[in-house]
């Protein structure tokens, strides 16, 4: 919760919420998508995976600087800020990595995934005002994006990396942000009812 919604009232809170229902909408739907194209696309470090591989951390990247834009000075968006450009060098480095081995990949890839899933954590933490929901699915989200990544960096190290685990990393992520947003919606209905 900022305290710019707190001192400006339900109008912001209202455009703050749909704004976010929106943004988290989209993202977990892209998500989902990535998930499905890349689940068929992974077995070789080829061209079209390596593609996917660094789209998939940009369009983090610019759903964070989507937020970013809607938020007032503070913590949260400076946190914002952070996650937009670790993203941006998360996909600069997926990049250069799908050059080497499965194993490169996926321990670049397990690094991002801690520290995009701590800032994650952050900023639902910021949000969990009654105006913005709880944020379960954001804060359970970037809980296992962390715990996922260090997973990762250890199968990195061992004898079989395997990318498979992305696309599930991905469709988790995706389904967390759409029920971010259902809660949303959920929330805007029942401040409707009450007002009306």
Same mark, same amino acid.
């Given at each position: 919760?900022?305290?710019?919604? !707190?001192?400006?009232?339900?109008?912001?809170?209202?455009?703050?919420?749909?704004?976010?229902?929106?943004?988290?909408? +989209?993202?977990?739907?892209?998500?989902?998508?990535? *998930?499905?194209? %890349?689940?068929?696309?992974?077995?070789?470090?080829? @061209?079209?995976?390596?593609? $996917?591989?660094?789209?998939?951390? !940009?369009?983090?990247?610019?759903?964070? !600087?989507?937020?970013?834009?809607?938020?007032?000075?503070?913590?949260?968006?400076?946190?914002?800020? %952070?996650?937009? *450009?670790? +993203?941006?060098?998360?996909?600069?480095?997926?990049?250069?990595?799908? %050059? @080497?081995?499965?194993?490169?990949?996926?321990?670049?890839?397990? *690094?991002?995934?801690?520290?995009?899933?701590?800032?994650?954590?952050?900023? @639902?933490?910021?949000?969990?005002?009654?105006?913005?929901?709880?944020?379960?699915?954001?804060?359970?989200? @970037?809980? !296992?994006?962390?715990?996922?990544?260090?997973?990762?960096?250890?199968?990195?190290?061992?004898?079989?990396?395997?990318?498979?685990? $992305? +696309?599930?990393?991905?469709?988790?992520?995706?389904?967390?942000?759409?029920?971010? *947003?259902?809660?949303?919606?959920?929330?805007?209905?029942?401040?409707?009812?009450?007002?009306?």
């Amino acid at each position: 919760m900022t305290a710019h919604t !707190l001192t400006t009232g339900a109008p912001t809170a209202n455009g703050e919420r749909s704004s976010l229902l929106r943004l988290y909408l +989209s993202r977990g739907v892209l998500a989902v998508v990535w *998930a499905a194209v %890349f689940a068929g696309a992974h077995d070789r470090l080829d @061209g079209p995976a390596i593609t $996917l591989l660094v789209v998939y951390p !940009l369009i983090d990247a610019v759903s964070s !600087l989507i937020d970013h834009r809607a938020l007032p000075d503070g913590s949260e968006r400076r946190v914002t800020a %952070f996650n937009a *450009a670790l +993203s941006t060098l998360a996909a600069l480095a997926v990049g250069i990595a799908g %050059f @080497g081995s499965f194993a490169t990949v996926l321990s670049v890839f397990g *690094a991002w995934a801690v520290l995009s899933g701590a800032a994650q954590v952050l900023v @639902g933490l910021r949000r969990r005002g009654p105006e913005l929901g709880k944020q379960w699915p954001m804060l359970i989200a @970037g809980g !296992l994006s962390f715990v996922v990544g260090v997973f990762y960096n250890i199968q990195a190290a061992g004898d079989a990396p395997s990318l498979d685990v $992305l +696309s599930v990393y991905a469709t988790g992520g995706g389904v967390f942000f759409v029920a971010q *947003a259902a809660l949303l919606a959920w929330k805007a209905r029942q401040l409707r009812t009450r007002t009306a």
